[in-house]
């Protein structure tokens, strides 16, 4: 019961923190706002890190630096789709892609769970589709093409390997308790950022009220991905990275409370469906 409730938590955090993180980007360019929000929770990264302190191991920094690594690049390819096309197609492919790779990566490495939870998984991946399928801007003709696909399901893998990848790290901390790993991971994610910077120059830096939203959203990602790693050292992947990846429904109610959004009927099913695959699992 203290895995799923660990698991639930990272969707929830990563949720306000994507909400935090929209809300600059509509005012900043979205690459130097990933970038900067990373920056600024390595504060808050030293002070779990200090607070938690055991030796690294090598093994377990590695892993932490490819899930950093490819988390970041994911972000980007997803960016890429965005400015590509519609969010009603590339936040439903990202997010179900980005949930269900791990789970099969899961049953492969031999994980069996019961019955009842992989259906609570089945229930969490349809409740990721339903809740991404935003409500079309007044007057956008939504085109579907090959590029736009495969941009959204590059994205879903390269979040698909962070949570595999963080998965990973876990194992090979061989029941140490310490957080290196995230470290590993924010250090990587911020030098690769700084690369596709370097190479990219995207302009557009987060200033003001951009940069408070950044403020905000860098120590709650960070936080999520800490709270992943607990989670992960203690349940199945094939589990703990669906319910993670439910930050969708975080960030669509938020959108609700606090912009007076207006919620499509699809994406309500969804809500229940997330609800509903949290019960599931939990039993």
């Not at 799923?4 to 938590?9: E, M, R, T, W, Y």
């Not at 600024?40 to 932490?64: H, N």
């Not at 951009?210 to 199945?236: E, Q």
Request: hydrophobic fraction near 60%; charge should be positive; charged fraction near 10%.
């Amino acid at each position: 019961m203290l895995s799923v409730a660990l698991a639930g938590l990272p969707g929830l955090v990563w949720g306000i923190g994507d909400f935090a993180g929209g809300k600059a980007a509509q005012r900043a360019a979205a690459l130097p706002v990933a970038w900067v929000s990373k920056l600024v929770s390595l504060p808050l990264l030293a002070i779990f890190l200090l607070a938690t302190y055991v030796p690294p191991v090598p093994a377990s920094l590695a892993w932490g630096a490819l899930a950093g690594a490819f988390g970041m690049v994911g972000l980007m390819l997803f960016y890429r789709a965005l400015s590509a096309g519609a969010m009603t197609v590339v936040a439903p492919v990202t997010a179900v892609t980005s949930a269900a790779i791990p789970v099969v990566v899961g049953l492969v490495d031999g994980e069996r769970p019961p019955a009842v939870r992989l259906a609570g998984v089945a229930c969490a991946l349809v409740a990721i589709a339903l809740v991404s399928l935003a409500r079309p801007r007044p007057g956008q003709r939504i085109v579907v093409t090959p590029a736009l696909v495969g941009w959204s399901v590059l994205s879903g893998a390269g979040f698909a390997l962070f949570f595999v990848f963080t998965a990973r790290a876990s194992d090979a901390a061989a029941g140490q308790a310490g957080l290196w790993p995230i470290g590993a991971s924010q250090l990587c994610g911020l030098l690769v950022g700084a690369v596709l910077l370097l190479a990219l120059r995207p302009g557009g830096w987060p200033r003001a009220g951009s940069l408070r939203w950044a403020l905000l959203a860098g120590p709650l990602d960070m936080t999520a991905n800490v709270l992943f790693l607990l989670a992960a050292r203690r349940g199945d992947l094939s589990i703990v990275a669906p319910l993670g990846a439910l930050y969708p429904v975080t960030t669509v109610v938020l959108a609700m409370i606090v912009d007076h959004e207006r919620v499509r009927s699809v994406q309500v099913v969804g809500l229940v469906l997330a609800v509903t695959a949290l019960l599931l699992v939990a039993r």
